[in-house]
């Protein structure tokens, strides 16, 4: 008796046939290289908890570009770690702060590439913390002032696009309304909307010197369990005038990246963080898995279940392994 059932494997049998069949893609153009940037001269200086990942010095930041630029990745984001840091964190809105100057230099040598400001505090702050401090307590309003003029700092130094990752109540409003008023509303924001208190951020940390000094980040960064609370930070950032929103981490959150695409039409960036670089590095270091096939399909789970743009440290590996 002859059996009737569906032929699947057909579109499974050459590579050439996969390819033409293929349902999502991932490009050099998806792609957000991190950069942290430090005070000093002659200085990478290797993350410990991030093999491949840098301490850049300015002048040895030109060659880290130069070689973006040649891998065709279209933009970074760029993070800062000072030599000083104090309670307000002044030196995130120093003109002459570590950010502000690299960010000239960049826009200088490379105006093709779309220079992203991560705009926060903890990396300035001596409490380690995203706002201002009073008796342990880290106070909403107080700190939007801040971030205010960090962004609009950012914005005079030449940043493309301005990107709040602090997650105080307000951030966006206050942001676009500062940027606007200093002449700067073609300066669009990526918002860091979803942003979990993750397990998974301890390397980055280390790179950029800005683990708090006392308690955590919980009565700001959201509880992992939750997921309709992430709906309502997205729809608030959406009205108060985000252009892009992000979801950060990615690889445990891919039901809040689907979640999000579905209800916003804004682009949206998922964030490859530290913790998830940092176990596929020490994992193919001891042999146990493969990186590249991992990395890839890790990244293309990201674009099929909505991000349309990630910000990962694996970008010049993938980038160089997308024209092999």
Not at 293 to 303: D, F, S
């Amino acid at each position: 008796m002859a059996l009737s059932f569906d032929r699947h494997r057909r579109l499974r049998q050459t590579a050439a046939i996969r390819a033409m069949v293929r349902e999502t893609h991932l490009r050099v153009e998806d792609l957000i290289y991190p950069l942290f940037v430090v005070e000093g001269s002659g200085i990478k200086r290797e993350v410990p908890s991030m093999p491949g990942v840098y301490h850049l010095s300015l002048d040895r930041l030109s060659e880290e570009m130069d070689d973006i630029a040649n891998l065709g990745i279209p933009a970074v984001m760029v993070f800062g770690v000072p030599n000083e840091k104090d309670e307000v964190g002044s030196q995130a809105y120093c003109e002459t702060g570590i950010v502000q100057r690299a960010i000239r230099q960049m826009k200088a040598e490379h105006p093709e590439i779309v220079v992203i400001a991560d705009t926060c505090l903890c990396e300035y702050t001596s409490h380690g913390h995203c706002g201002v401090v009073e008796n342990e307590r880290v106070l909403n309003d107080p700190s939007l002032d801040l971030l205010v003029k960090t962004a609009v700092s950012q914005a005079q130094a030449g940043a493309d696009i301005i990107a709040p990752s602090n997650m105080m109540d307000g951030f966006v409003a206050a942001i676009r309304q500062g940027l606007d008023e200093a002449g700067f509303e073609y300066v669009p924001i990526m918002s860091y909307a979803v942003k979990y208190a993750s397990a998974f951020y301890g390397p980055f940390r280390d790179a950029a010197d800005s683990a708090p000094q006392f308690g955590d980040r919980k009565t700001y960064q959201m509880d992992p369990a939750n997921r309709l609370e992430a709906f309502r930070e997205a729809e608030s950032d959406v009205k108060e005038g985000a252009d892009f929103l992000m979801v950060k981490p990615a690889l445990a959150y891919m039901d809040i990246i689907r979640d999000i695409k579905n209800r916003f039409p804004l682009p949206l960036v998922a964030y490859n963080v530290s913790g998830e670089y940092a176990m596929i590095k020490a994992a193919a270091q001891n042999g146990w898995i493969d990186e590249k096939p991992v990395v890839m399909e890790m990244l293309t789970g990201m674009k099929r279940a909505g991000a349309d743009l990630i910000i990962t440290y694996f970008a010049k590996d993938v980038a160089r392994w997308l024209t092999e």
